[in-house]
Structures are given as structure tokens and as C-alpha cells.
């Protein structure tokens, strides 16, 4: 089964706290693709990341860090010294690439809100 | 970067009318076209994978009568809803995709709303 699963629904913080958000994956692929997507109130979705099966690199950049363990099918996504237009729906997926072509799975969401 | 535009942002329609959207890649060429659906506070839900020149392939459950898909061009695809009710009010996004590439540039979205 190909799934995306990011557990935690909604989380609150105040400003300048650092938070994680989780996602886990299932697949059978050995290739696929990690993407992190920030949705704000407006709804369009806005590219943070892309990762591939091969590379376990963890990445920074500014505020914004991410781990890709592929031992726990994990890449979690931490924001630093969060900032009140980090408040968001942040959305993990998983590309997968098969003889049926291109398919992108998405996670449920977490939606953060950081209060001031 | 690559760029996608749908047109209109929001849309409000009486119900048994028929609304179409627009998504257009406007810097590159899209051999790949997808179509999503999100309602309130739920993730997205590919609704049909478009491929210019070629029926669309919809997902499970999505009736390819009422959402009529067209890809006539690279750059262009173009969703119907046929027959608007209140429950197809949603927020419908289109993304594409660049070659061969493994990532797909998304849309701003399109909200619907039927009365």
C-alpha cells in the first residue's frame, strides 16, 4: 500500500518556538519522491522540498530543516524559531513513478498555527 | 520557475449550470495535467490525470461525466462541471507536469461555490 500519514491533525505554538511536524510514508517503491507543500489561507500551495528515495541528506535552509530517515519511512519537517506567517496547512507527499505513470499521494495536513 | 495559472480564482453558480476552469502552464509545456479537489480542512484528492491529446484517466469514484476533462493543448487543460449542485462546491486545483520531470507545479486553485 502506497500512504502518507501525518499524525498530528493541528498544532499551536507561540512565536519563536521551534516545531516538528511529522510525516511518515509506506511504500514498495524503491524510487519515489518526498515533497513538503506549506498551504496558506489564500489555498495555493507553495513548494518547500523535494527529496528523492536515494538521497538521505538532511537539508536546511533558513528557518526551515528537514530529516529524511528512509530506516523509519520518515521525513519529518522542523520550522525554527517559528514566526506567525509560518500559520499554515503544511502537506507531505510521496511521487511515486510505477508502469502506471505519475501519481502524487498526499498527506491529511497538519495545520500550525503560531500565535504571537 | 515553472508556472501554473487557473482562471477563474472563485466562482459562484446556480446550481444545474455548468462551470469550466481553466489551467494553464505558462512557461513551459505540460504533457501531463492533473486535477485535484480539496473540501474544507481535508487534503487534496486527485480527482483525473489528463495527457494532451488523450482521454483523461479518473480516479475511483470520480464520475467522468460530470467533470469533463479536456487537454487540447501543452499548455492548456481545461475542467467542466457539468450540472453544478451544492456538494460539488470545493476547491478544485490543477497542477502540471514539466517533461519528464518527477514534480508537478500547482496552481492557485479555483473555489466553487454552487447555490
Known amino acids: 500500500a502506497q500512504k502518507v500519514t501525518q499524525a498530528q491533525t493541528e498544532i499551536s505554538v507561540v512565536e519563536k518556538e521551534d516545531v516538528t511536524l511529522d510525516c511518515v510514508y509506506e511504500?514498495?517503491?524503491?524510487?519515489?519522491?518526498l515533497f513538503w507543500y506549506k498551504q496558506p489561507p489564500s489555498g495555493e500551495l507553495v513548494f518547500l522540498i523535494r527529496r528523492n528515495s536515494f538521497d538521505e541528506q538532511n537539508e536546511i535552509s533558513g528557518r526551515y530543516s528537514w530529516n529524511f530517515q528512509k530506516s523509519t519511512s520518515s521525513f519529518n519537517f522542523t520550522i525554527t524559531a517559528s514566526q506567525v506567517v509560518d500559520s499554515a496547512v503544511y502537506f507531505c507527499a510521496l511521487i511515486r513513478r510505477n508502469t502506471g505513470g505519475f501519481k502524487t499521494i498526499f498527506g491529511a495536513g497538519t495545520r500550525l498555527f503560531v500565535k504571537a | 520557475g515553472a508556472v501554473v495559472s487557473q482562471h477563474p480564482s472563485r466562482v459562484i453558480c446556480k446550481s444545474g449550470t455548468s462551470v469550466k476552469i481553466e489551467c494553464r502552464s505558462l512557461?513551459?509545456?505540460?504533457?501531463?495535467m492533473f486535477w485535484y479537489r480539496q473540501f474544507p480542512k481535508q487534503s487534496l484528492m486527485l480527482m483525473a490525470t489528463s495527457n494532451e491529446g488523450s482521454k483523461a484517466t479518473y480516479e475511483q469514484g470520480v464520475e467522468k461525466d460530470k467533470f469533463l476533462i479536456n487537454h487540447a493543448s501543452l499548455t492548456l487543460s481545461t475542467l467542466t462541471v457539468t450540472s453544478a449542485h451544492p456538494e460539488d462546491s470545493s476547491f478544485y486545483i490543477c497542477s502540471a507536469r514539466l517533461g519528464s520531470r518527477n514534480e508537478q507545479f500547482f496552481g492557485p486553485g479555483t473555489r466553487l461555490t454552487v447555490l
Open positions: 512557461d513551459f509545456q505540460a504533457t501531463t
Open positions: 511504500t514498495r517503491d524503491t524510487t519515489y519522491y
